[in-house]
């Protein structure tokens, strides 16, 4: 949380020749930031971040104190002025109040009566003071329970005595769908793990620690107050706060649990304040249920263990002076060993010698220590299976350099698409509590994020090839955790050819060079004629899928029906790669390079990764077979490579061989030789 | 012989002219004066020449060649000039090969993990959905622990499992502390540098529900604040640039004690305060040394070792290096190609 503080009231407690942009830069580096000062007026306002341990700080007192520890060691005065001491003075009358936590709800409960408040505005001074701190001013009563919390942190509350006919508060779990109405008219359902005021009769008159209700709030009218303050379980008002939206500054602060000490100095202060800014007095007994008090630990710790902590040796002297500049209590054992006892506004904060550590080493200024790298040994553990991130990025850039961009993409799909991709949602692992829809599932492919992905971009751009490499989520049975697998996943308007192109050489680099292809994959998302996989040949494990978009889907997304897409198992990869390459003597004769054109007849179906397979085994001296030429997807020009790895080859030699392949292709294929 | 000498002349001449470039002239030149060309094959047979006529053959094919040679030179000078009048115009637009772009998360890792890595930290990943042990309990993070509310953490919609408790997707990369230390079975020293996708139910001009983090786990004897510092300032340095100076600030942390936030001097005002920064800082993350907790729930003993850790948005601290300002965080995972394309 952040609080506002005006330098004129933050002076009040501390006496300093520190200089506003002074206090603040020094604050910062040992204790509370500040992280802005403001001109208002003629006011300087700091803007101050409280850490969720520190709500001993979270108020003008707070930083004074804190102020008083730290200008010093840069050289500045700084005197801590006491706490204001309230004075409860016996009185007369004595009107009833009873107070009950039956189930022990709170660690304290603080109450007194006090009659012939006069309610109207508040002095010039209050009213300035809570509009800097940014709490706008109501009335004199409401606004000194405020400035009381401002000043020393603990939240209080005001009830008019008249308006809670049974003067009877009793704490208790609300019950489920019971109601009540805030004072600011806010109705809220309640549930059972919430904490209310109950006046006896059932009928709710307060939220405690976080706001009070309509039914119980001083008015105008109001002549009797109960001044209230109680020390609230922390987890259940952040709980209810939350729940509700109620995020009172109360509330704020009650869940960072202030010191219960502080309670009684909160009371005597407010009932004070109350007499001169209302003409209040007292007028009931003051009411004290605080079954038990709070005792802090004492700590041990050696001056050796803070040096070990911190990297340098502080002296017992100066650990002992700035321990006590922090109101903690040291005794001094065996002449090193230190027995400290935390402060009452400390004793949930600091519990362990870590904790003596980081007081001694903030104040003695974390800019004081030396930067210094590790020297000991460094850890070289084994590398975790299946997670290559040199390939992973080796793979990135590679297609980048193919002209594909990446995206990335949430984790998340929502039913929308789901549906609109074809996917059942009861595979996909469901969010609990989803921000949005679009956050409600985990995602198991890639797939449909890319494919509204790159309906959106196909305007900007011609051609858009994209690729996201990501983890996908499924469901394990029983206790284990849900499998995530990394996927590189391509969506392209590259034609087939160009597409399948990319997959190859991609693979052969990430170490993957002896790949079959084999033709029919009934993947979701493919053309059922027009997809096939990668598989490796020994052993046959599926590297990817890949081929044309299923039109079904290109039509659901509005898409292409011609785009190439592609899922590539990352794990796989990474598992069967072999990245190193091995070296074949460069060959010691020439190669004789040829090319054959033959006409295809009719319409009969056949594949070319088999005739080119067919082809290069045909004979030892033929090394390479490669698809030149297509045209019309009738006449094909294949380039044939002969190549003898001990002798120059004539073409005496190659001319059997040529027709042989001649013959294969009229045999087998039916094609005619053209001449 | 002499008509044909003088045949292998003219036709030279002739094929010279409409020769255009210097492999066509180097190609002719063989056909004509190779071991098998037209020039060689016809000079052979002057041994068949009666002796009487050999002198004036001889002689003839003497001028032939120097002719046919001449002529060899002079074309070949006059290619010569003409190549070196060709002209390019190198304003031209080029044509260049497809070129993609990879995405500002992927560079920002990748020079991330190249500097800690330097200094001897091991890249590792894990789990990105895991039980609430790992993301809480084992750092120090009790039930009741805000962290833990529903509007802090995405819950999966399944049953909780023993003291391992509910499935999150994990709101920091610190999770994979305690999976660390057990990975190396209790036993440091320990660098670890552990970057992954993080999750939390917040999504407005500042945040996205998904994001990235960085997570350095340093465990061994004697590892202090010092060193802490140290790796920072190195970080910095490296990352951000000699001119950037970093503070500690206290600050608080379940899973560390002392906890620190550290500040980066601000690039656009140079620290002297700017709309940016706060006051001339801009907070980078949060760091500290491991709680003895959370050594114990990693099965190391915390009085013999200690350690530091830090975990840093990878989004932000990219976006804190000069020359990227990015108001609206949201634009990196909207993946709008004409935001793609500029990285």
Redesign the interface.
Known sequence: MNIRIPHSWLTEYIETDAKPQEI?DYL????P?V???SKEGNEFVYDIEI????VDSASVYGIAREAAAILPRFGKKAILRPLPKGIMQNQNVSLPLSIKDPQKLCDRLLAVVLDGIVVSKSSEKITQRLKYSGIRSLNNVVDITNYIMLELGHPCHVFDYDRIKTHTLILRFAKNGETLTTLDGKVCTLTDVDVVIDDGTGQIIDLPGIMGTENSVVTEKTKRVIFFIESNNP?NI??TS?RLSLRTYAATLN?KRPDPELAKVALEYGATLLDKETSAKLASTLIDIYPHPSKPHPINISESFIA?????AVSLKEIIAILQSLHFNVEVNNGKNLTVIPPSFRQFDVT?P??I??EV??IYG??N??????E??????E??KS?N?DLE?KA??M??????????????ISKTLLEKAGLNISDH????????ED?EY?RRSVFPSLFS?YG??MH??EN???FELA?V?TRTHG?Q??S?SLYLTLISSLSFRAFKGVLSALLEELGLSDLEVSIRSMQPFFHPHQSGQFVTKNPKENIAFFGTIHPNIAQSFLIPESLQIAEIYFETVVKLSHPTKSYNPIPMYPSIVENITVLKSGDLLFELGSILKDVSSIDAIIKDVTLLDMYNEQSLTFQIVYQHESKNLSSKDVLPIRNKIIRLLESKYQMHFKS | MEKDLLNIQEDTHKKLKAVKTSQELTALYLSVFGKSGRFAQTAKRIQEIPKDKKKTIGLLVNKVKQTIDDSFDKRKKELMETSIKNKIDVTIPAIT???????I??LAI?EI?KIFER??F????Y?????EWYAFESLNMPV?H?AR???ET?????PP??K?GR?V?SPHTSSGQVREME??RGI????MINIA?C?R???DISH???FHQFEGL?I????????L??????FAREFFGPKRKI??????FQFT?????VDITCDMCGGNGCRLC??GWLELGGSG?V??NVLAAGKIDPTLY?GYAFGWGIERTYMMKAGIQIDDLRI??A????F??QF
């Open positions: 603040k910062s580096l040992c204790g930031s992280e802005r000062i850490t969720s341990n520190r987890s952040r709980r939350m869940e070990s902590r911190l990297g340098i362990i870590e904790d550590v980081e080493a903030r974390y800019h220590l030396p930067g210094k790298l590790m000991g040994k460094i850890p070289l553990p590398a975790q997670v991130f990025e990135k850039t297609l980048k350099f193919l002209g594909f961009t990446e995206t990335y993409s949430y984790s998340f692992l469901r969010i609990a509590n989803p921000l949005t956050t985990m992905l959106k971009n900007a751009r858009v090839s994209l983890n989520y206790t955790l849900p995530e | 090969p497809p070129l993609g772009h990879l995405h998360t992927t990748s993990a200094i001897g091991t890249r590792v990943r789990p990105e959905i895991d039980r009741n805000p509310d529903d509007f995405f819950f999966i919609d399944a499992f023993g391992l499935l997707l990975r190396m440091p020293p320990i660098r996708k999750y139910p917040n999504w996205t529900p998904m340093v061994d004897r004697g590892i202090n604040v010092t060193h510092k140290g790796t920072f300032e190195y503070r500690l600030r206290p600050f608080h004690e002392p906890s620190f936030e706060k006051e040394m709680h003895p200690t990196l995972y993946n709008d190609i004409r793609l394309e």
